[in-house]
């Protein structure tokens, strides 16, 4: 099994910054992407951002690229994701997830381990 625990969540203005962080624990396996979620209220879960971790390739849904930069760091077995210039309709709940197999990187439904969310609110 693998535990994920993500934390940086909050209340900023538009135009502000804000870090999520996502610690993974437990199983580990040789090639997996984590990726980052959000849902906001009465929406489905939609793809923000994922990286290969052995690699570092990176992927970005179109509505945060040139925004959100998602890294990784090996030694604390953690993903971040930094978001600038955040705008009222990123307003949801953040969730880190690891794809453990084979899949696409932004369909929910290949990710095999979630986080229990944070929340981000951006106000105008």
């Known amino acids: 099994q693998v535990q994920l625990v993500e934390s940086g969540g909050g209340l900023v203005q538009a135009g502000g910054s804000l870090r999520l962080s996502c610690a993974a624990s437990?199983?580990?396996?040789?090639?997996?992407?984590m990726g980052w979620f959000r849902q906001a209220p009465g929406k489905e879960r939609e793809f923000v951002a994922a990286?290969?971790?052995?690699?570092?390739?990176?992927y970005y849904a179109d509505s945060v690229k040139g925004r959100f930069t998602i890294s990784r760091d090996y030694a604390k077995n953690t993903v971040y994701l930094q978001m600038n210039s955040l705008k009222p309709e990123d307003t949801a709940v953040y969730y880190c997830?690891?794809?453990?197999?084979?899949?696409?990187?932004?369909?929910?439904?290949?990710?095999?381990?979630w986080g229990q969310g944070t929340q981000v609110t951006v106000s105008s």
């Open positions: 997830a690891v794809r453990a197999y084979s899949g696409s990187y932004y369909r929910p439904m290949d990710y095999d381990y």
């Open positions: 437990g199983r580990t396996f040789s090639r997996y992407v």
């Open positions: 990286i290969n971790w052995a690699v570092g390739n990176t």
